[in-house]
Nanobody
């Protein structure tokens, strides 16, 4: 079974940027939908962004225009560029393949 490993999280000031990466141990081409979710303390896990095999993207209203999802089927990676970060973006970010396979998550903390 394919495993997903996220990286790139960290502590950043409001207005800053981060780039999250999700590396798969096998081919992601068979997964039409790859995505990122996040979970803040005390809150439910929520959708951040998804991308299809063909590159069609979908974003949560709260991140549209600030975050950009991309995937490289040849390298088996899915990335999430986070710009203009806000304190409310603080959460553990998870990569997922079709909502079936999940990574372990990477912490993003936005604070001054």
């Amino acid at each position: 079974q394919v495993q997903l490993v996220e990286s790139g999280g960290g502590l950043v000031q409001p207005g800053g940027s981060l780039r999250l990466s999700c590396a798969a141990s096998g081919s992601i081409f068979s997964f039409n939908a790859m995505g990122w979710y996040r979970q803040a303390p005390g809150k439910e896990r929520e959708l951040v962004a998804t991308i299809t095999r063909g590159g069609i993207t979908n974003y949560a209203d709260s991140v549209r225009g600030r975050f950009t999802i991309s995937r490289d089927n040849a390298k088996n990676t899915v990335n999430l560029q986070l710009n203009n970060l806000k304190p409310e973006d603080t959460a553990v970010y998870y990569c997922t393949a079709k909502g079936v396979i999940w990574g372990q998550g990477t912490q993003v903390t936005v604070s001054s």
